[in-house]
DNA sequence: CTGAAAGCGCTAACAC
DNA sequence: GTGTTAGCGCTTTCAG
């Protein structure tokens, strides 16, 4: 492991000469910079980051807390959020905490024990009280969820306003009997999301019994599968269904193909996020498309100026990105006219 | 930021028997450690990993340094090493090289800055010369492709085997005019593919022009759609083809939904990887399934314990786990009838 | 059982 | 222009 130290004793400078010199200080003459340099690369010389922070040097390394990777909501924030830093030489820390707080708490110590610069993170429904004082020291960004605990710099989406704009589809479409599936009411996006829906309804002037909502976990494609079985068997089963999670959907995909469900005859369906096999999935799944991409890139940039400029940018800061439904075959009316037929129907009446 | 020594001034004693306190050093009371320690918790102190690494102690960060988490492929290694790392108490780096070489080595040089316990590589196809110097002063471990020059230790599938079994069942059916479309030569795990592709054909008494190779950007999905567009209007259109990377066959899967091809009627497919929507594409996709998460446990392990025992485990390592094929409908003989139906008319024959 | 002191690699006063 | 020195937070001899 190559020292400044070690460079020095081989060109018979001192020690600080060579950190200035790899500093381009403007004190060192322009040959023992280049005779420094040289040297340094020659014998591969790489700054040890550890020894800098102890003189102050803040970390390159911006930790990205979230429940699981494979969630593709989840990649592409981190695809997007790695890009973009690794222009300004910063690293990602990837942390995963499959929605547990305990998980979650460990993950933060360890940034905080790496002196991590910032964290980005998507909190899990009731942060432990040790993990809210960890952040409190520690510049960090909320995205997607929002808990009340963490400071009021959040990037997300308006997921009341899509789930809303998804349901109202369904509504105007002349369906009485709408199922939502989705995350639980205790994470502030599954209590938007399900919020959006009954608005929705209200909206619509459909009596309270019209909608039937099924809260889970999120993340369980299984979940989806076993919930979408079971709506269907009952007596009251729902014309329609509105999904609140990608994980969900993905399951609610697997069991309607696999059963043979006619979609949109006998369901019509609104999933959620826009994966590559949603339009191919049988007449092309109706859904919200939500602008990850976008929101992970003003993320980014976001906490780039506020680590850059050592200013305390601690002004609440809140950007929310809208969602928009996608409209392909899954839907139609209860009778089975299809959407533009409906129209037109609409239209004639 | 709370230090030993703000602990040491409080409870009126030295920084090294804090230190000791909660090292749980035999040489201290019991009655000092429970004071420290409660001392500790209450000031919200975290040990500062940068000075500790400064003392000898190793990072307890490793790194996976991947092309893109996008693909499913390695969100799933991603998660894998995560989760096994968790376990004990590592933190796990995101670097993206978008397979540029450059960035590679930039993420290297960062890396090795930040000192990091090991590196788990899934290498551009020629890695600078100086990324090659940088890995070999690391514990390293290569994942799925295989670059001579960065040691011996690797962990990865058989590219050959699963793309020979791929298109062997091709064979069997009956074609003569198939098409691979896979990643670029350079790529160890490309070379693999379409060897295992050739030796298929050659295994099958097929003439050399039965076969016909367009390789290209594997991560490319308009590169998929391009292609597969471009082979079909030919004179020569192939009756089958085989895959070789996700993110084309995600791209070959859409531009054959648009364009309504009939599979396996006019073409019989096998892609490569099992994606969620794979089993409800068209006829339900013929492909090559690849234990990946098997191999990323199995590497995490394997690094686990490579870095716990101090010991110099540079032995030559490798794991070559099989993948299989997985049979669905988009794969049939020429002549319209389907697999079953062929083995009925190949045993009555 | 506990304290004093040295030193890890680097930077930044403070000399000359 | 360059050298000397101190000190970041921690561990680890070496002394009591």
Partial sequence: MVTTRDIAERLGVSIST?????ADDARISEETKFRVRQAASEMGYVGNRAARMMRGASSNVVALVIPDIRNSFY??????LSKNMEAEGFQLMLSETDDDRMVEL???????????AGVIIVPTARPHN????????????????RHPSLGSQWFGVDDHEALREATAHLVALGHTRIAYLGGPEELPTGADRLRGFRTALREGGLPDDAGRTELGPPSSVGHGRQTV???????DAPTALVLGSIQLTLGVLEELSEQGVKVPGELSVVGFGDEPGFSWWGPGLTTIGMPIQEMATGCALWLMR???TKAGTDDPYTSVSPGSLILRGSTASPDGR??????????VD
């Fill in 306 to 308: 506020r680590l850059k």
């Fill in 130 to 145: 040790e993990s809210v004082k960890l952040l409190r020291t520690l510049p960090h960004l909320q995205l997607l969820r």
């Fill in 18 to 22: 060579v950190g200035r010199a790899l």
């Fill in 75 to 80: 990649s592409t924030i981190a695809h997007e």
């Fill in 338 to 347: 299809t959407p533009s037929e409906t129209a037109r129907a609409t239209a």
């Fill in 106 to 116: 460990r993950h933060l110590r360890e940034l905080y024990a790496n002196r991590v």
């Fill in 229 to 235: 079985r079971r709506l269907l068997r009952g007596p």
